[in-house]
C-alpha cells in the first residue's frame, strides 16, 4: 500500500489496512507528494479570487496551466517525471 510522505495520507493508508484487513505494508514515497501551492497554499477558491488571480484558477482548473505569480514549486514536467518513475517501479 503506497501513500505519499504526508502525515494524513500516512495516517489514511494506515486506516484503510485496518478498515480492508489488508496485510500489506504501507509504504512511504515522496514522488506522490501533492503539489507546493505557493502563495495558494491554504487557500479555498474563493480567497484565491479575491487575491486578484481569478484568470489563473481558470487556466488552472480549465486548463492545468501552472499560475506564474504564484511561486509553485516544481513543475508539471517534474511531477509527471515522479509518477512516471513511481509506476516503473513498480512494474518492475
Known amino acids: ?9 500516512r495516517e489514511f493508508a494506515q ?3 485496518k478498515e480492508c484487513q489488508w ?3 504501507v509504504t512511504e514515497d515522496p514522488r ?3 503539489l507546493d501551492y505557493g502563495l495558494w497554499s491554504g487557500l479555498s477558491s474563493e480567497d484565491i479570487v479575491a487575491r486578484g488571480w481569478v484568470i489563473d484558477l481558470q487556466q488552472w482548473n480549465d486548463r492545468c496551466v501552472w499560475p506564474s505569480e504564484a511561486q509553485w514549486e516544481g513543475s508539471a ?8 518513475e513511481f ?3 513498480l512494474v518492475q
Do not use: M, N, W
Open 1 to 9: 500500500l503506497y501513500c505519499s510522505s504526508l502525515k494524513r495520507t
Open 87 to 89: 509506476v516503473q517501479d
Open 32 to 34: 506522490l507528494d501533492e
Open 77 to 84: 514536467e517534474l511531477i509527471r517525471s515522479e509518477v512516471e
Open 23 to 25: 496485510k500489506a505494508t
Open 15 to 17: 486506516i484503510l489496512k
